[in-house]
């Protein structure tokens, strides 16, 4: 059972029990009695270990970490995304006082060893080294970089930037700040992400 998040003439975007966002025909979907019922923590971690064989999958509570990477750079991400979540859902919901649930399903982060797997698992253009799926809704990124190599501390700063920045979308479109599939200007969502992402090492 999906829910359908938003209907474009005969098309419909359903969110599917793991989070994810699917085009449907309407014409091809039924209306059910049965309710919407969010895949459980345990379920997406079996789902996603099928699905990524021979990578480890971690849970916490609002997130699952599918990775292959060295422990390092898992411990390093999931720091950043646990300890920024609840600054962020406070921010939104106690400063600006506006209106923020819980995600309904868990944030899956994908941690790729290398480029090449990141750039196997999907397509994206060079130089990318991160990046957050609305579709999916997940964030996607990979360790060894060739700045690594050359400069060490700027890679370490960059990386820890870059997950922040997309753990931002990732939060701000499951915690009802920003809807999927709206059309923000490039600017503002952005900006969020840069505003709201650490620039500090600590």
């Known amino acids: 059972v999906g829910e359908v998040h938003v209907q474009v003439d005969d098309t419909l975007a359903v969110v599917m029990p793991d989070g994810r966002l699917r085009s449907v025909e309407a014409r091809k979907a039924s209306v059910t009695a049965r309710p919407y019922a969010p895949i459980s923590v345990k379920d997406l971690s079996a789902r996603l270990s099928e699905e990524f064989v021979g990578f480890k999958v971690k849970s916490t509570r609002r997130f699952v970490y599918v990775y292959n990477?060295?422990?390092?750079?898992?411990?390093?991400?999931?720091?950043?995304?646990?300890?920024?979540?609840?600054?962020?859902?406070?921010?939104?919901?106690?400063?600006?006082?506006?209106?923020?649930?819980?995600?309904?399903?868990?944030?899956?982060?994908?941690?790729?060893?290398?480029?090449?797997?990141?750039?196997?698992?999907?397509?994206?253009?060079?130089?990318?080294?991160?990046?957050?799926?609305?579709?999916?809704?997940?964030?996607?990124?990979?360790?060894?970089?060739?700045?690594?190599?050359?400069?060490?501390?700027?890679?370490?700063?960059?990386?820890?930037?870059?997950?922040?920045?997309?753990?931002?979308?990732q939060i701000l479109a499951n915690i009802g700040a920003q809807q999927r599939l709206s059309r923000w200007p490039i600017w503002i969502s952005e900006g969020l992400a840069e505003y709201f992402a650490p620039t500090e090492v600590s």
């Open 69 to 169: 990477t060295s422990e390092p750079f898992y411990t390093g991400t999931r720091n950043i995304l646990e300890s920024m979540y609840p600054a962020l859902f406070d921010y939104y919901a106690k400063r600006l006082k506006q209106p923020v649930q819980a995600p309904r399903t868990p944030l899956v982060v994908v941690m790729f060893r290398t480029d090449a797997e990141f750039q196997q698992y999907r397509r994206m253009p060079s130089g990318v080294v991160a990046y957050y799926y609305g579709l999916d809704n997940r964030v996607a990124m990979y360790e060894q970089s060739r700045l690594a190599q050359v400069a060490p501390q700027i890679a370490m700063q960059q990386a820890i930037s870059t997950v922040a920045h997309e753990g931002v979308h």
